[in-house]
């Protein structure tokens, strides 16, 4: 069964304290990786799409890395307006089409 | 483009009531889908289409019923509401066959008393 554990639950930084987010996963051979950005009270917005171990996705100041068994969202010198949850999720071989999730990290950034 | 826009934002319902939940997407997507989320547990599918008149049962399908008439729209009903059911729901749709990447409405945040 597909699986995804996201760590740390929730991250306080100050502003312009880099720091990762990790998203660990067991599937059944990796057709894509995402990650999304949910704001409070909102839908999930798509962030990046990862495929193959050691692509790496970069927007604004969040950069994507992915391994055989991890992915990372690295974020450098955070803002207090990328304080949200970030949420991984797998896409796998089997079945249909189905996204399976993590709980999230819930990031908050403060002046 | 409005992208996927969901209908009613927020719904109290007693137990054993009935609703729809309406999502609506002009992105010309071939596949929708119908999540839950729940604290602590990620989001979860309900049912999912791969195009007009098609639907399937995902991982949480009981109690829920989905239709698909027009390309545009995907309907999510409760027949008889209980309280397990109180969630946010999200409606997504993706074009499909190959391209994986799924867009989320704002949600609707449905109590059930």
């Not at chain 1, 604004?60 to 055989?68: V, W």
């Not at chain 2, 596949?31 to 547990?41: E, F, I, N």
């Not at chain 2, 399908?61 to 545009?72: A, E, T």
């Not at chain 2, 946010?88 to 109590?111: D, I, K």
């Amino acid at each position: 069964e597909d699986q995804v554990t996201q760590s740390p639950e929730a991250l306080r930084l100050q502003e312009g304290e880099s720091s990762s987010l990790n998203c660990s996963y067991t599937v059944s051979g990796l057709r894509g990786l995402f990650w999304y950005r949910q704001d409070p009270g909102k839908g999930p917005e798509f962030l990046f799409t990862l495929y193959s171990a050691g692509e790496e996705k970069e927007k604004e100041r969040l950069k994507a890395t992915l391994t055989k068994k991890e992915s990372f969202l690295h974020i450098t010198a955070p803002k207090p307006e990328d304080s949200a949850t970030y949420l991984c999720a797998v896409l796998g071989y089997t079945g249909f089409q189905k996204l399976v999730f993590g709980t999230g990290t819930r990031l908050l950034v403060s002046p | 483009n409005a992208g996927v826009t969901q209908t009613p934002k927020f719904r109290v319902l007693k137990t054993g009531q009935s609703m729809t939940l309406l999502c609506a997407q002009d992105m010309n997507h071939e596949y929708m889908y119908w999540y839950r989320q729940d604290p602590g547990m990620g989001l979860r599918l309900i049912h999912y289409s791969v195009g007009e008149g098609t639907t399937a049962k995902g991982e949480v399908p009981d109690g829920y019923n989905v239709s698909r008439l027009k390309k545009q729209n995907f309907l999510l009903g409760l027949e008889s509401a209980a309280p397990s059911q109180t969630s946010v729901y999200f409606c997504a749709s993706s074009y499909g066959q190959g391209n994986y990447e799924q867009y989320f409405g704002p949600g609707t945040r449905l109590t059930v008393t």
